[in-house]
């Protein structure tokens, strides 16, 4: 059989495969000026029975969706009209769980910005009554708590994950991947709890360190750096394993020298993301750390501030007047999120950076 | 420097299923030996367990013996380091490490092991390695670049420098040249022919010009059965098997009849 590739052969073939034949389809435009056209019918039915913006969305979705599915199940036919239903449906699902994520966003945003001047990163609550102040003392505590406590769960974290992917086999494997399952579900009010009992042991039920506070944090942050890192390391090729044993590396190496640097972008993410978790947990702070008007740098000695925290308290105990305690109370939440995605941005630049490189 | 290997009465196991049964051979130093056999015979858990590189797989392990000059690898008092530091290997998929630069992969046995070395040093042994596999001319003016961005073959031959840049006593390469074309795979075959003379090669392969061009000695394994054991039907001079095998089931398998 010869195989004739001219252009014109194919071109004359007139006879075409009927399976194939092309159906009618809508315009480009038209199915966003057809839910546009249904969306006007629910603003004019909403209108119809008193105005209101819920109502309107509700009904111009619907009629809108619907609209769209008629007109195309009668051009285009039943399946391409239930593609065009479903797609309006998950763009609505989309939609949905936007909705309290702007709302929140752009409420802390009006808020918080009303604060956000030298004054509040420059000065403590030292002496305040009513206007000014600042949260000063609680951001230097945020991220001194949160650097001991970074220090202390990534290194027990890391190496746990690296023994449960390297080194564990069986139960005892088994049982620390369940205490671990297990820890990740713990409460954060009882993480604190354990570490408010635990000092209270040696030093009395009245003691409040800012140590106390990364404790009950890294009682938290231990088992998600075990469990994203573990996923991580799991992921290195077994063969990269192998080719270093097999030039006479001993397996600690290995582990050091190939499989390490091999997920260093991973376990980046993995750790900057379990801060990014714990960075703005309120209650276990609130049982371990306290408060204080002034700044206190020393986590070791006394209580201190922390940004969750020095919200709940502007904001349940704001004074008279309470507008400028509440309106602290959202510049620091304003804060927190900033910090939170910031945090998830390095994670985003960590793994770009520090991902194997491929290309020439 | 060329060791011999003896093996007796090797049985090689993963878990409880039994893969490879009573292996008795005897390598010859300063030679090629090649295995070959179906697929799933069990040539590559043969040759794993060489190095003791089988017993990595959870599970896995072997009763007999593997005898190299005198010292029993599978020994009590053995480090499977120590073996792998003498018995290299080259796998059937490439696998040169995704972080390191071409130079690094190559240089990865010393510079993983931490060992102290001039920098002229290195890059002679690294040149000349590179010259070994055939790929310098190809890679020499992007040594330090990655290398995963090579080619297949470029990248099993950059793992076939690597293994060679330590220097070890015996080499085994499982199917080195199924990812390659056939001009490489005849420089891997002449590298092999002088790498001989320093070293004891094995190697597995599914191609039988490859065995009969290249080795002095050939091992044929064989399956009975679906879930039996393989074995080592048949070890004897290339010349010997591809002629005149001793056993029918062989001259099946060369001659291409099956079942
Ligand atoms: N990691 C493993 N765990 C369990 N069984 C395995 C494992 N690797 C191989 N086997 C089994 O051992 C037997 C021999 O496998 P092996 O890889 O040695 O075959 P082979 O001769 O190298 O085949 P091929 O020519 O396809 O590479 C097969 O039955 C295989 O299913
Ligand atoms: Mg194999």
């Known amino acids: ?360 | 420097m060329a060791k011999r290997i003896d093996v007796s009465d090797l049985d090689i196991y993963y878990g409880s299923f039994l893969a490879v049964q009573s292996v008795n051979v005897s390598i010859e130093p300063r030679s090629i030996t090649a295995l070959i056999g179906p697929s799933g015979c069990g040539k590559s858990t043969f040759l794993r367990s060489l190095n003791r590189m089988h017993e990595v797989i959870p599970g896995a392990r072997v009763e007999g013996k593997v005898v190299m000059d005198g010292q029993d690898l599978y020994g009590s008092d053995v480090d499977p380091v120590d073996v792998r530091r003498q018995i290299g290997m080259v796998f059937q998929r490439p696998n040169p490490f995704p972080t390191m630069s071409i130079y690094d992969n190559v240089a990865a046995g010393l510079r993983l092991n931490a060992k102290k070395m001039r920098k002229s040093d290195l890059d002679d042994l690294v040149e000349r390695s590179l010259r070994g596999a055939n790929l310098w001319n190809e890679v020499k003016d992007r040594l330090n670049r990655p290398g995963s961005g090579l080619s297949g073959g470029q990248q099993q031959r950059l793992c076939i420098a690597r293994a060679i840049a330590v220097e070890p006593d015996v080499l085994l390469m499982d199917e080195p040249c199924s990812a390659l074309d056939p001009i490489s795979t005849l420089a891997i075959e002449d590298l092999m022919t002088e790498l001989k003379e320093r070293f004891t090669i094995v190697i597995v392969t599914h191609n039988m010009q490859q065995a009969a061009r290249v080795s002095e000695s050939t091992g044929f394994f064989n399956l009975s059965g679906v879930g039996q054991p393989g074995r080592l039907i048949e070890f004897n001079p290339t010349e010997k098997i591809f002629s005149s095998p001793d056993e029918k089931a062989t001259e099946d398998y060369i001659s291409g009849r099956f079942g």
Request: include cysteine; glycine fraction near 10%.
């Open chain 1, 1 to 360: 059989m010869s195989t004739d590739l001219r252009p014109d052969a194919v071109a004359a073939t007139p006879a075409r495969n009927p399976a194939l034949r092309s159906r009618r389809q809508l315009p480009r435009f038209a199915p966003t000026g057809l839910f546009g056209l249904g969306v006007l019918l629910g603003a004019g039915l909403s209108a119809a029975t008193g105005f209101s913006l819920t109502l309107t969305v509700v009904y111009g979705v619907v009629l809108g969706t619907l609209v769209l599915y008629v007109v195309a199940r009668r051009v285009e036919g039943g399946r391409k009209a239930f593609d065009r239903l479903v797609t309006c449906l998950v763009t609505c699902a989309f939609g949905i769980a936007m909705v309290p994520l702007v709302s929140l966003v752009w409420t802390v945003l009006e808020n918080g910005v009303r604060r956000l001047d030298g004054e509040f990163f420059n000065s403590s609550m030292l002496g305040i009554v009513g206007e000014g102040g600042g949260a000063y003392h609680a951001i230097a505590g945020t991220l001194i708590i949160t650097l001991l406590t970074a220090l202390i769960s990534v290194p027990i974290g890391l190496l746990a994950a690296i023994y449960l992917v390297e080194y564990g086999t069986g139960r005892l494997k088994r049982a620390i991947t369940f205490l671990v399952d297990v820890m990740t579900g713990i409460p954060s009010i009882v993480a604190g709890l354990f570490a408010f009992a635990l000092f209270a042991l040696f030093s009395g039920p009245s003691i409040r360190l800012g140590i106390m506070g990364a404790v009950a944090l890294s009682v938290l942050m231990i088992p998600v750096v075990v469990r994203s890192s573990e996923e991580v390391l799991k992921l290195v090729p077994n063969e990269l394993r192998e080719a270093s044993y097999a030039l006479g590396v001993p397996k600690w190496r290995t582990i050091l020298r190939v499989v390490l640097p091999t997920s260093i972008a991973g376990l980046g993410t993995a750790v900057t993301l379990a801060i990014a978790r714990v960075v703005g947990e309120t209650a276990p702070l609130l049982v371990t750390v306290g408060l204080v008007n002034g700044t206190n740098l020393d986590p070791f000695d006394g209580r201190m501030s922390t940004l969750p925290v020095f919200a709940f308290y502007q904001l349940t105990q704001p004074g008279v007047p309470p507008e400028p305690a509440i309106d602290r109370a959202w510049t620091a939440a304003l804060l927190l999120i900033i910090l939170v995605m910031a945090l998830n941005v390095v994670a985003r630049l960590i793994s770009r950076f520090f991902a194997p490189k491929t290309g020439r």
